[in-house]
Nanobody, 115 residues
């Protein structure tokens, strides 16, 4: 099991930027992908962005061109740079790590974008 520590959430005005970080404890051996999901009140948890160990990334259509995901394999850390934020980006953002085919989740960090 991987322990995940998230940081970087908060309140920002529409058009602003935030950077989320997620550090995974332990060895990176076996980690195939790291990513971010989000869940707004009353909605399901959806993929925001995901990046594999070799750097291949994919994004939800709603954030492509505005968000950038990156990872530092040496630090077992994944980042999400969020630009041009919109009120509809407001949600709890969860870090996800897939290790040996199993998913681990962070506790979530709130991102609120005011109009």
């Amino acid at each position: 099991q991987v322990q995940l520590v998230e940081s970087g959430g908060g309140l920002v005005q529409s058009g602003g930027s935030l950077r989320l970080s997620c550090a995974a404890s332990g060895s990176s051996f076996g980690i195939s992908a790291m990513g971010w999901y989000r869940q707004a009140p009353g909605k399901q948890r959806d993929l925001v962005a995901r990046i594999t160990r070799d750097g291949t990334s994919n994004y939800a259509d709603s954030v492509r061109g505005r968000f950038i995901i990156s990872r530092d394999n040496g630090k077992n850390t994944v980042y999400l740079q969020m630009n041009s934020l919109k009120p509809e980006d407001t949600a709890v953002y969860y870090c996800n790590v897939r290790k040996w085919g199993l998913d681990d989740w962070g506790p979530g960090t709130q991102v609120t974008v005011s109009a």
